[in-house]
Structures are given as C-alpha cells and as structure tokens.
C-alpha cells in the first residue's frame, strides 16, 4: 500500500502474514489495532495475558491484601493491559501520564496543544463508542475547583483543573468486551495467552517476533506495546542488538492513606486530584479505595486502586517526584531498584509501612505493629506489610522532600499530618527508566519495529498510551 513508504520504512513485500503484529492489547495497542485495522490494513493483536473474563486476581477470592504471584500477572497483563482492571480514571489532559506535545510534529505549541486535544477527544469517544459514560465526573472549568486552584496557588502549589472521566471497575470490564466484540467485528485476529521472547532480526530489520514456546509469527511491521513492565524485555532487546536506550528520569515516592474525610473537599470536586508541590506531585487518587502490593521480577512495590462493589473509609494517593540523576551516574533504572530492593530488604519481601507521626519525628522511629494495626485512629487496607522506618530506606532528598510535601498538602487537606489519620507506605515507584531511541514515527533503530505506550517511556495513563496508539497508526 501507498502509504507504507509515507515515513520511509523498507517494505519486505510478501514476506510477511499480516501487516501488523501489535505485541500488547493494553490501551495503546488497542488504539492501533483498532486504527490500522479501520484502515483496511491486516492486523494480529497478541498479548500474553488472559480475556478480560478470565483475568481473576488470586488474591480477590483468598487475602486481597497476599500476592500469590501469578505468571503473568492478572491485575497488569492481558486484554485491556494495565488499566484494563482498573476503575478506569481517563484524565482528558495531555500534561497528564508525560507530555503528549512531545509525541506531536507542529510548528508551535499551540499548535501541538489542539492536536493533542483531538487525540484526547479520540481516545475519549473510542472508549465511549464501547460503552463508557459520557458525562465527566470533574470538569475543568468548575468554579470549586477554580477556587481550589486559587487556595493552592497562594500556597505555592499547582491544582491542576482537569476534564476527568471515571468510567468504574465494573463498567471497564463491560468497556473492554465491547472493545474485544469491535476488533474481532474488524478481523483484527486477538491471539492471548503468548508471550514474546524474541524479535526475529535479520539484516537491521525485524521481520516478526519468536514466542517463548519457540514458534515464530512474521508481520511486516511490528508494533511493542509491552508497558511498563515490558522494561526488562526492552533492556533484552537493547543488550542484543546494541538498541540505545537513553536513562530516562524514574518517578520514586510513596503511597499515602488517609480517612476519607481528609481528603473529600478536594475528591469531591475532583476525583483524582492533580497537585504540584515544587518537584512533588500527587497522583492517582482513589477514594474509598485499597493500596495494593505490587508484585514485581525482582522487588514488591505498592499502588491503590479503587472498586466498585467494595469500599473503604479511606482514600490513598501517591506522592510521587521524578528522579534525574547527573553523570556518572546516569542509570536512573538502577537507581530506583536499589530502593526498592533497600525496602524489600527492610520490610522481608512486604511493603514497609510507617504512621504520619513517627515519620513526622524530627529524627523519625520505626512504627510497631500496635501502631499500625491497634491503633485508634486510621486502618490499613493493606495488611500484608512490615511496620517500619521510611527515614531509614529513602534517600535524605525524597524523604525531606515528602515531608516538605505532605506540610503544604495539609494546608489544602487539613488534618493529613495529624497523628492519627495517616499511613505512609514505601515504596512507589514507576519503572519507567529507559528511552528508546524512536524516529518521528516511533519506528526504532530497528526496521519496521516500533514501541507506542508507557514500555516508550514516552506516556503514563491510559489516555496518552491510547494517543500515542492512534497517533501511530495515523503514520501510515
Ligand atoms: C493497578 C493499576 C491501575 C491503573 N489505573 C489507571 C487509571 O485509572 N487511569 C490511568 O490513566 N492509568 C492507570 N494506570 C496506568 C495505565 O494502566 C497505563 O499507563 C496504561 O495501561 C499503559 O498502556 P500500554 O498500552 O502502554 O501498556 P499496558 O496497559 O501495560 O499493556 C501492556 C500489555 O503488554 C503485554 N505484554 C507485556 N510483555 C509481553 C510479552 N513479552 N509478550 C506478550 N505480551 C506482553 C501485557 O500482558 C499487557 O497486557 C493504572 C495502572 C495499574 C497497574
């Protein structure tokens, strides 16, 4: 086809079965296979988890709070991806999950700022055509929220004013059938249960891919939107054929828990409250919802999310600040991991776990186990943790940092630093610490393979992965 050669990549003509092999049925392999396949172009959509159906969490129907560690993991991996299991929060805001200016050709910003918007709007109706609400659960333009932004701005802080769609657990997982019913109605051929372990690479191109069970499928194109916990695969590919893969900055924080009236004048107005703290932020905001432990190759980590059929009393959120590092010391991935295993180590394998007030020590003690689970005042939903010292694993830069944080926060939530109202967790981090090296049109150093979503290191939610899905496909 014509457009093949629009941005310059070497046609294998009849080589290969389909056009496109899209590794990864998260949201940006969704949008490219629902894009490229409206095109008229043939497409397999492959990914190494389960249907939505079939994606149950272990630990749902044992201890929600103890990781049985599935291979893969159901909560991350399968179709919908990472955000498939989620309640489904679309922030219709292209500063939010990276910049997705940066993904977008234009001369100025204003330029690039409008397509993104169009993107957005794309993302938005794909998700409505499959079943999601129109309406919005916080608007940009509501005059409490402006007046929220007004209070922080006086504080020194930025309250971001957000168009946010909530779509709910429950409703997600009707979503993303109706998604599975569109592509299949669009011959898009959804393969499940295999995963990749190989590229097949010949002469500077990559012709298809090897599954682990050593059968190989060839494609023309090749399309890796593998998430962020296709990190480790990217580092593979990027040892084997010499791929640069740039450090890129790492997110490292924590999870805080809070009771629900804390926090509800801000979550009231709006869902997931975006506040920017100097270099701090918070991030995925889920009331009434449960921190989870996050089981990753090498280290646990933890997250929140909210439910539709079951709630809490109380409302967690990241406290999130992205790490660069100078040279020598560039390797940000390391960086992180050396952390987290800092944390695996102190906490036996278990999230660590302190209350505001030993954190708030001027020189801080570990919590006990009394504190955290017989105290009066808040209650983990998260028990599978070890009481501890986050002074004591953190850096001196992210744990004053969060400390500075967390004391202008309370200036917008009054009663977050109070004694008893509060857990920190440890750690939260995002693994997002490699580039690599794309052209304009996300193809890498190898032919015809390209990388679109958060495995690019290039986007962070399910809105800018879908864009950047789309934004692809509108490459050819
Ligand atoms: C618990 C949780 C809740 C979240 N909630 C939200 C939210 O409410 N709003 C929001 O904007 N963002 C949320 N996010 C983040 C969001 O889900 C991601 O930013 C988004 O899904 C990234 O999309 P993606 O297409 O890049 O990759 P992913 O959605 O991560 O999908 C990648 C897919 O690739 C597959 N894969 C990986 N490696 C292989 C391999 N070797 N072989 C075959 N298949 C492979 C995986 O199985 C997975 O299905 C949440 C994330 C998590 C973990």
């Given at each position: 086809m014509e457009s093949f050669i629009k941005c310059g990549y070497i046609s294998h003509k009849?080589?290969?079965?389909?056009?496109f092999l899209i590794v990864g049925a998260g949201p940006s392999g969704l949008a490219a296979a629902d894009s490229l396949s409206k095109k008229g172009y043939s497409v397999i959509l492959l990914d190494q988890g389960s249907s939505i159906d079939h994606r149950i969490c272990k630990n749902a129907s044992v201890d929600r709070s103890k990781c049985t560690n599935c291979q893969p993991c159901n909560i991350h991996s399968g179709f919908g991806g990472a955000g498939g299991k989620s309640d489904g929060k679309l922030n219709?805001?292209?500063?939010?999950?990276?910049?997705?200016?940066?993904?977008i050709e234009g001369n100025s910003i204003e330029d690039k700022e409008k397509t993104a918007y169009d993107y957005i709007h794309k993302v938005d109706q794909f998700f409505i055509d499959c079943g999601?609400?129109?309406?919005?659960?916080?608007?940009?333009?509501?005059p409490r929220a402006k007046e929220l932004a007004k209070k922080a701005r006086k504080l020194g802080l930025d309250y971001m004013l957000i168009d946010q769609k909530h779509i709910g657990s429950d409703k997600l997982i009707q979503v993303m059938k109706n998604m599975y019913a569109r592509l299949q109605s669009q011959t898009v051929n959804i393969i499940l249960r295999k995963e990749i372990a190989d590229i097949i690479f010949d002469n500077g191109s990559c012709l298809g891919v090897v599954l682990k069970d050593k059968s190989e499928i060839k494609a023309k194109h090749v399309l890796l939107?593998?998430?962020?916990?296709g990190e480790e695969f990217l580092k593979f590919l990027g040892k084997k054929y010499s791929l640069s893969l740039l450090p890129s900055p790492v997110d490292i924080g924590v999870r805080v828990e809070t009771l629900n009236e804390v926090m509800e004048d801000l979550t009231s107005v709006t869902y997931d409250p975006k506040i920017r703290c100097g270099f701090w932020r918070t991030f995925c905001t889920n009331p009434s919802g449960f921190v989870v432990r996050e089981q990753g190759d090498k280290f646990v980590t933890v997250n929140g999310h909210a439910e539709a059929n079951r709630k809490s009393i109380n409302t967690n959120f990241a406290l999130l600040c992205t790490i660069e590092l100078e040279k020598p010391k560039s390797d940000t991935y390391d960086y992180a991991a050396l952390i987290a295993g800092l944390c695996s180590n102190a906490g036996g394998k278990k999230p660590l776990v302190q209350t505001i007030a030993r954190f708030m020590e001027p020189r801080p003690h570990r919590s006990t186990i009394e504190e955290i689970f017989r105290y009066k005042g808040i209650r983990p939903t998260l028990t599978d943790v070890t009481p501890g010292n986050l002074f004591k694993v953190l850096t001196g830069e992210i744990f004053y940092g969060i400390r500075d944080a967390m004391e202008k926060l309370e200036e917008l939530a009054p009663g977050l630093c109070k004694e008893h109202n509060t857990l920190m967790y440890a750690p939260e981090i995002k693994f997002n610490a490699y580039l690599p090296k794309l052209d304009s049109c996300f193809q890498s150093e190898i032919n015809n393979l390209f990388f679109i979503g958060d495995v690019s290191g290039r986007t962070g939610s399910i809105v800018t992965a879908a864009a950047m899905g789309f934004i692809l496909a509108d490459k050819f």
């Open positions: 009849g080589m290969g079965e389909a056009d219709l805001n292209p500063y939010i999950g990276k910049n997705l200016l940066n993904l999601a609400p129109i309406e919005l659960k916080s608007k940009a333009d509501d939107g593998l998430g962020r916990r």
